[in-house]
């Protein structure tokens, strides 16, 4: 059974950066493509990016060119470089598998922009 780990979140100021973490223990991430997702209390949670085995990348219009993904196969370690965050960017960050079925979620990791 995968656990996933997020970790990075944090308070930061409007025009900040993170720098998020998703691990996977057991079998890793495999040949999945991989996913980062955002939830704000109550609401959906929100695919905002996502990069399969072989690295191709997809950003959804709120983020592009403002947030970078990478993967580590190897460590079976994904990134999430934050960059010109703003405050409606205050939500909870979580990891999984970005097509096919998600394996169970972790807690996430919260990250609050605000001055």
């Known amino acids: 059974q995968v656990q996933l780990v997020e970790s990075g979140g944090g308070l930061v100021q409007p025009g900040g950066s993170l720098r998020l973490s998703c691990a996977a223990s057991?079998?890793?991430?495999?040949?999945?493509?991989m996913a980062w997702y955002r939830q704000v209390s109550g609401k959906q949670r929100e695919l905002i990016t996502l990069i399969s085995i072989k690295n191709h990348t997809y950003y959804a219009p709120s983020v592009k060119r403002r947030f970078a993904i990478s993967r580590d196969n190897a460590k079976s370690t994904m990134f999430l470089q934050m960059n010109s965050l703003k405050a409606e960017c205050t939500d909870v960050y979580y990891c999984?598998?970005?097509?096919?079925?998600?394996?169970?979620w972790g807690r996430g990791t919260h990250v609050t922009v605000s001055s």
């Open positions: 999984n598998r970005g097509i096919s079925p998600p394996l169970t």
């Open positions: 057991g079998n890793g991430f495999g040949p999945y493509t």
